[in-house]
Structure formats: C-alpha cells, structure tokens
C-alpha cells in the first residue's frame, strides 16, 4: 500500500464537473487528494486527439504542460516539482470554452524524514522565569511541513531531571518554551515526532543577578604610612537560588573618609568574590566603605581606622635659611618612611601665599631650596606640612 | 611709420600671449574637472538607503497578536519589506526566467522550488507575467530569539498572464491563501516554506443594479490659460469659479475633468495636488455642478509590474474623495482602447477590469464608466461599469442611428456621450474646413438629437486654448491647431453662436 502507484487511487474523493454535452473532455482522474511524491496524472476522455496545454499553479509558481495523448486518452503528466510541494494545486485546460479547470490537493507525506529545529536564546537565566524557546518544524523527504496537529515531544535533561513534553504543530511548527531550573548548568533539549529523533541540543542556564552581600578588607598594618595597600573583597555572590554570579561581576567599592571626600575603587568577581585594592592614606584617617554591583545590589558598609605614623619631625635650615632639610622622618618601628611621603612647603610674604612646593620624601628626608633669583632677601612664613601635621615658621629671615 | 609697425608688433605680442595663456588655462582646468568627475565620494559610506516606489499593493496586517514574543512595529516593518520584495522578485524572476534577486529574500531549499519552475518554462519557452495585488497578512508566530516568524496571509489577489512562445494563452485572477515561515537570514527576513492552503478564481464583480445619474447636460472642463495642466502653479480657484457660474448658467449640471497620473505624483499622490482637487470638487458643489473625475490621464504603460503602482494611485485619491457631494461618476480612463494596439487589447481591458473592482470596493455611492473614444468599444465591461460612456466625433448625420444600436446592446445601462463637439477653425491648414456659424449649426442638430432620445452627453469643451502640449494630439500643425478652437467661447472670453446650444 505504500508505493507510489497505489497512493495514486488512495483517496477517492468524488469529482464531479459539470461537463456539458458539447463538450468534447471529460475527466477521469477521481482522486482529489494526493501524497507529495506520488506521480499524478490528469487523464480525459476525448472523442478527438488534438494536443492541449494544461495550465498548472502551486504554492511556488506556475507553468503549462503539454499534453501527451495514449489510448484514445488524453494525458498530462505533473511534472516532479510540481507533485513534491505540499498545497492546493490549480488546474485549468487552455482554450476549452466552457473553461475546463479544478484543483488538487497535495498532503505532505506521513513521517518526517527531518525535524528542523530552531532553539533560542541559547542562554537562559537561573530561576524559573526567563525561558528558551524550542522550534520544531516536521518536514518529509520532498522539504514539505507536515500536516496539522503532528504529534512533536519535546524532551529535555537538567541534572536529575528529565522530562517530556507533547505538543502539536500548528501553522507548520511546534514550539514549546522550556523555562530555566533554579541551578545554573547545561540543559540538553532534543525532540521526536513519529519515530524521528533529533540531534541533541543544548542551553547554558546562567546565574542570575546578584543578591546583597558582605564585604571585607585585609591590610598589612592599620599605619597610614601612604605605602601599604588595602585589599577589599567580597563575600561569595550569589543569586537568589545560591549560585555564585557570573565571573566578570563588576563591583564597585565607594570609600568614604573622615571629610566626606569620596574614594572610588573596583574590581570584577572571579568565582564570585571581586577583589578592590587601595593604597594608605597619608594620615590618620577612618573609612566607610560600600561595595555595590551598580543598579542591582549592594553590600554592608565597612569602616576602617588608619592611625597616624609620623607624629613629629625636625626642620633644620642652613645656607642663609635657603635650604630646608626636613626629617628624619620616622614610621611606626622607628624605622624611615619608606620613600615617596608628600612634604609641602607653603612660602607667605606680608600674608601673601607666593607658592605651594611638593616634594617626595627619600631615604627618610627631604630639601627644598629656595632659589635667590625667586625669593629676594626678606622676610617669608613658611609653613611645612607633611602626614597632616604643619609646622610654621613666622620672620624667617632669607639673605 | 617705424611707429605704427611698433604698435602693430606690440599688439600682436601681447594679443598672443593672452591667447597662448588662456589655452592653456583652459585645457588644464578641462584636464582637473575630468579628473574630478564621476562618482560622489560619499557614496561609499552607502549612507543613504534609497527605496524606489517599484511594488506598492494593498497590505493590511491583521494585529491580532501572534503566539511566543511581542512583534513591535520595526520588525514588522521590515518583515512587510522583505515579504513583499519576496513577491517582486518572484514576479521578476517568471517574466524573464532569471534566478537573480531569489537568493536574497528565499533561503536555499525553498528557492530550489522556484529554479524549477523557472528551469522548466526557460526550457518550454513559457513566462509568466504576474503581480499580486492585495496582502492580509497575519503573524501567527514570533520565535523567542526573534529568528522565525509563522504568518498567514489571506486573501492574496494574483493576477497572472501566461505565455508560451511569446503567445498569451492564459489571463487568470486568483484569490489564494498562504502560510509561510520566514527566518531571518543575514538580516533579510527569508522564505523557508510557502504553502498555499486555500485558492479560488476571482469573482468578477458584476454591477447588477447600476448606479443612476440622472439627467446629465455637462461640458469637459479645463481653465482658459491652463489645459491639460489644472493643477500646476497657475491653478487659481477663482477663475474655477467664474468658469463654473458661466457653466452653471448656461443651463448645465455637470463637468468632466481629469487627473493626470504623473502631475498628481504617481503611486505616491501629492497632498497638495488632492488639496486642489478639493477646492475643484468644492468650488462645484457650491455652484450646483456635478463631476465627473476622469483618473490616470496620460498614463499608457499598463504593464503588470505597474498595476501596484496604478492601483495605489486611484486608491488614495478614490479614498479621499468617496463621500464628496460634487462627485457623480469616476471615469477609470479617458479613450483606452486607443492603447489597445500598442500595448495589447487583453492588458488593457484585465487593467481597466481591476481598477474598476479596486475603485467599486472603495467608493460604493459613486458611479463609475470607463471614457471609450468610440462605439465599438463601448461595449467592452459593459456590466462592470455603472454607465456606459463614449465619445463621439466622427459624422453627425450617423450619430442617431450608431447610439440606438450601442442601446439595442446595451438595454440595461444608461448610455453617455461623454466628449463630442467640432473645432470652428477654417484658416490655413484646414481652409474651409468650419467657422463659427458651422459649429452653430453642428451643436444645433446635435442637440436635437439629444434632446429627441433624451442622451446624456458632456460636450468638447468650453474654451478655446491658446496652446495644446503635444501629448495630446502630436505637434503636425494640422492637427493641433484646429484643436484649439474647440470651445463655446473664444480665447478673449467672446461667446460664439454655438454657445447658445450649449444645453439645449
């Protein structure tokens, strides 16, 4: 039964065209239904063979097919692209008065030979909201959709899980959405339909946003020495079904000093901690930190003291006061700072700020010249601030 | 002496060296700007996206929502572009049997299905000239990733003629239904499967109870100064005005007045020119005239891939005026058959045929004709239009007998006679030819005529003109020169004799 030539006269609807007696055709081809694939001739009965030309349309063009004439009958053969595509497929005898038409239908084969599937986004967020969609279009060897309400099962795979759903297609797919597990991993999709098996597909479930967190801070010593740096960190981020969030988070710690300056580091998370690095202040010093994953959360605040190394230093002048040798400046052990600690020297004459000199300490001092050609002879104030403590030194005499 | 032949030296020196230098210049300067011609630098950036009107037929989305994700407006602009670009060229590829264009807008197994056909009629020498003219398209399904789309499209109306060895053996209307998946492919959205569902021959649509007109005495109307050109930059609606009182007066209830294609901006109608077609149809109804709107004036190309075009034209203007008081009639085409030989006598009739079902499907209060320059023609669509309208300058001693015949043919549609008159000019080119009193005397038996078998008619014309463009009637002297002086009234606004048979 399942030869092209018996699905020939598988169906037997009923046609039945009003053919008036002047006329000279008459149809003997009953079916009206036919499988994509099978060979489908039109036959007529005619009382004189004469050739004619059938005019023929489906779903992707038309053309006209000439008649071939055998047993007294008249003959047109559809041609194979014609008779493969799935469709309503119009006939109409050319120069027949009255005009001499009628339609087929071509009904895709049974069983898909391919499952052409289209799956979507290919990443989906943990949690049981977002979803992937799986697209499934049944088609048979000759490329045509199948029918109506095909039966297609979606299967799919997380972990433990597994799981089979049935749908039906409808305007030529099925589709199913397949909604995220609250765990992040690989689930694996593939689909059936009558027998056919897909190939395996898969969807990456990605954690979702992060929740509020926990933040820390590691250091050497708690000295502003303007020298160690301050590591700050995270706790595991999680989203709120305790997976750890994505690498490459991007955290940003806010520090906020005893003035109520802003200092801003940051760093990404790698395993779900993202660490954020700052150097010492200069002097003592207390900060409030907040770590935030801008937009969506943010952590505990933090605070933090930094004590006060350098609480006194010696100022020696020499060459007609124009050289100012400022130190040893000394750390918490007693034990010179270590280089690059901001001295500023501020010269005032007659109340006038005249310039602000910044120097790096080394090996535990720092010089400042004062340049004759800059600074005539006279009277100046100056002021030498360093780790937060000024000195000042009113009528100092340059000559 | 020696001065003189100094000055002389002198001259020529100095002349040749000023005409020696601007040679020179001169071919320089020709050397620069050819170097500098041709392309515009800046169209290599392709920074302007140009969209020729080339495929316009009617589109009307079903929003009815759609299955899986939210379909916005941008998308669904640019699956209309790309669905329709599909059809075009499709339609493209059957006329010439050439594959170019398919790969854009089919993705590769469902473009196999059109190189068949395309191999099977290049082999038998068949094309197929073809235009859709309606879509009612309705997304069924919008993927989650936004890479697919299901969408049906009903009522699709095809018009097809098919030729085999350059011979027309069929001309078809078809009414189908489609369901198609496209996937959007290197940003085109592409035709994966099509599959018609449904398919049905169109109905002609046959006017069983005409619309009536009543008693027509009209006159063809253009301004004095502006034949041929109403709505140009001189149209001046008080002139309209004066026009249409004298009109009025003189005992006539109708007009008839065209609307040229091109001038009114072809698929794409001008807001402007729709604006002084108002003012027209207003200044009319004021004054208690009827008109009738003879559309697509000179336009003669009637090709199939032009029919969207066409069609979208009439649309927008038989849009705009379908409930206008003024209107009594659409006239589809002034004198068509004259087309028939150039462009084919089936290509003409089909476009009249669906211009005449697209106008009927709009405007259902209008009547609607079809202006035949003869008789013979007149009978042509004869059901499908609501009157039959024709025009009639051959000799008026056979115009009685030739309009009963056109009854006897026609027994259930009133009969117009929509242009018909005589030039008074009898100088040079036609010496003898007619005069004024000649014309008189042509009006006068005319109307008896009319009067005695009670014929609507719509005379050949009011003015005389002072220029006719050559589009008209072709620039022999002979011909366009008696075609000026057509008019009741003289170029000076001097009423001629015949102007008292105007009406009666």
Redesign the interface.
Known sequence: MKSKNSLFFLFSWLVIHSITAQHSLTLLTQEKQFVAGSVILLEFKADHTKDYQLYCTNSYGSTLITSEIKNNKIIFKIPGHISNKKGILTWKVINTDPPFSGKVQIISKERPTSLETYLGPPSIEAGNTDFTMLVVIPTDDLDNPLKQNTEVVIKHQFLAMEKKEIVFTNNLIAHQNIFSPLKIGRMILSSASLGLNSKEYDVNILPAIGINFNIFSKRNHEYADGNQITTFYTSIIKDKNSNVVSDGTFVDFFITNKKGNILKTSGTTINGIAYAKMIHPEWEENWIIKGYIIGISESNSLEINYKQVIEKFDIIFSSNNRTLTIGPLISFMNQMIPDGLQVKLSIYKEGELLNDVIENSKDGFVVFNLNSNIYENGNYVLKVTTAGITKTFRTIKLW | MVKTNKIILRTTLVLSYLLITSIILFLISSLFSYFNTGADRSEILHTKVERSDLYLPKISWKNDGN??RFINNQTLQDVENDYLDAWYV?HIA?KVNITSGLDDYYTK??RE??F???R??KN?N?H?E?TTLEHNPNI??F??????I?L?DDHVVEY?K?F?DDIL??E?T?V?S??A?L?LEDNFWRIR???????S?LKKVVTSSPIKIGIMKGINYYPQATPWNMYGESFNINVIDADFKIIEGAGLNTIRIFVPYEDFGKASVKAGKIDKLKQILDTAEKNNIKVVVTLFDFYGNYDVMDWTLNQKHARTIVSAFKDHEAIIAWDIKNEPNLDFDSRGKTTVIAWLEHLLILVKSIDKKHAVTIGWSNTKSAIILKDQVDFVSFHYYEDIDDFEIEYQLLQQKIPNRTIVLGEFGISSYGGFWKPFNSSKTKQAAYYKKIQKVLTKNAIPFMSWTLYDFDKIPEDVIGRLPWRFIPQKKFGFITKKGVKKPSFEFIAK
Request: proline share 0%; net charge negative; glycine share 4%.
């Open positions: 299955e899986g499709k059957n197994n469902a299905n059109l068949n056909f395309i099977q009629n038998e068949i197929i073809a069924e399904f993927s989650e990733d936004g890479q697919l299901a049906k097809k098919v085999k053996m069929l078809t078809e189908s489609y369901k998946i996937l499967h099509l599959v018609k569902e449904k398919t021959e």
